[in-house]
Antibody, heavy 116, light 106 residues
């Protein structure tokens, strides 16, 4: 069974940092690209970042470029999102998702709240 | 960035009726479009990818069509569990982008 479990969310002040993790199991992790998608409270889905199977290709939404860094550790079946210079508008539920272009598998999400 | 526009924002339909949801891309995405639905407190669930291919366990009452810039999701006979928010997503180019959603309500 495919499982994606996010962690690392919480309440943080504007300008500070958080690191999200996503632990994957039930599939060959290094065969898939992995992405982060977020959803602000009561709002729609927003693609945040993606990384290729081997980490050679990464992409970011304009809203987070220069502040967030995506990475992965295939030996640990884990995906990460380093979030720096946090802003109030980064407040959202952050999902990791397995990408085949589309997202067949999603985690339950980890909530990030940015507030002073 | 490719902008995805869904219509209508809200669709009111009775159980057993047919529902048609639309999604438009700001430029051609060939057939690289997915549909999801989401219920409160749950992650999105994939329904359709490649514009018309049903995902595993997607009921046959769901069908997707279109190519280029115009796409449609049709639900042939609405069941109670189908009332949710539906999103389209283009998977043609990074940044992948989602539509703003269509709320399907009773």
């Amino acid at each position: 069974e495919v499982q994606l479990v996010e962690s690392g969310g919480g309440l943080e002040q504007p300008g500070r940092s958080l690191r999200l993790s996503c632990a994957a199991s039930g599939f060959t992790f290094d065969a898939y690209a992995m992405h982060w998608v977020r959803q602000a409270p009561g709002k729609g889905l927003e693609w945040v970042s993606g990384i290729s199977w081997n980490g050679d290709a990464v992409g970011y939404a304009a809203s987070v470029k220069g502040r967030f860094t995506i990475s992965r550790d295939n030996a640990k079946n884990s995906l990460y999102l380093q979030m720096n210079s946090l802003r109030a508008e980064d407040t959202a539920l952050y999902y990791c998702a397995r990408s085949s272009g589309w997202y067949e598998y999603w985690g339950q999400g980890t909530l990030v709240t940015v507030s002073s | 960035e490719i902008v995805m526009t869904q219509s209508p924002a809200t669709l009111s339909v009775s159980p057993g009726e047919r529902a048609t949801l639309s999604c438009r891309a700001s430029q051609s995405i060939t057939s690289n479009l997915a549909w999801y639905y989401q219920k409160p407190g749950q992650p999105p669930r994939l329904l359709i990818y490649g514009a018309s291919t049903r995902a595993t366990n997607t009921p046959a009452r769901f069908s997707g069509s279109g190519s280029g810039t115009e796409f449609t999701l049709t639900i042939s006979s609405l069941q109670s569990e189908d009332f949710a928010v539906y999103y389209c997503q283009q998977h043609n180019n990074w940044p992948y982008t989602f539509g703003q959603g269509t709320k399907l309500e009773i």
